[in-house]
Nanobody, 124 residues
Framework: QVQLVESGGGSVQAGGSLNLSCAAS?????MGWFRRAPGEERAAVAV????????YYGNSGEGRFTISRDSAQNTVHLQMNSLKPEDTAMYYC????????????????????WGQGTQVTVSS
C-alpha cells in the first residue's frame, strides 16, 4: 500500500501561481494530479511517469501547468501559473505502481492510490 502526502494549494487571485507537491511512501510507476470541481467529474490535470518522465496533460492545464518529478524522492510537483477562477477545485494526487499506457493516464479508475486532496481556490 502506497501512501500519498500532498502539500501546497490554497487561495490566490486570478493570474497568480501555486505549486502542489505530492510524496509517495513507496515505488510508483506513474503519479500525478486530478481535480474535481463542484458538480463535475474527476478530471486529469497532469501525470508523469516516474522513471522516464513521460508527461500527460489534461485539457484544463495544458500550457499553464507544468508537472515535474523527483524520482529519488518519489515526489511530483505541479506548478500552476496564470490561474483562472475555473481552476477552483479540490486537487487530488494519484499514483499507480503498475504500468499504464499513456492513453490510460487520464482515467482515474486506473489509479489505486489517492491522496486526501488539497483545495485550490482562485478568485477573480
Amino acid at each position: 500500500q502506497v501512501q500519498l502526502v500532498e502539500s501546497g494549494g490554497g487561495s490566490v487571485q486570478a493570474g497568480g501561481s501555486l505549486n502542489l507537491s505530492c510524496a509517495a511512501s513507496g515505488y510508483t510507476f506513474i503519479m500525478g494530479w486530478f481535480r474535481r470541481a463542484p458538480g463535475e467529474e474527476r478530471a486529469a490535470v497532469a501525470v508523469i511517469t516516474m522513471n522516464q518522465g513521460v508527461e500527460y496533460y489534461g485539457n484544463s492545464g495544458e500550457g499553464r501547468f507544468t508537472i515535474s518529478r523527483d524520482s529519488a524522492q518519489n515526489t511530483v510537483h505541479l506548478q500552476m501559473n496564470s490561474l483562472k477562477p475555473e481552476d477552483t477545485a479540490m486537487y487530488y494526487c494519484a499514483a499507480a505502481s503498475n504500468v499504464l499506457w499513456i492513453y490510460q493516464a487520464r482515467d482515474p479508475e486506473k489509479y489505486p492510490y489517492w491522496g486526501q486532496g488539497t483545495q485550490v481556490t482562485v478568485s477573480s
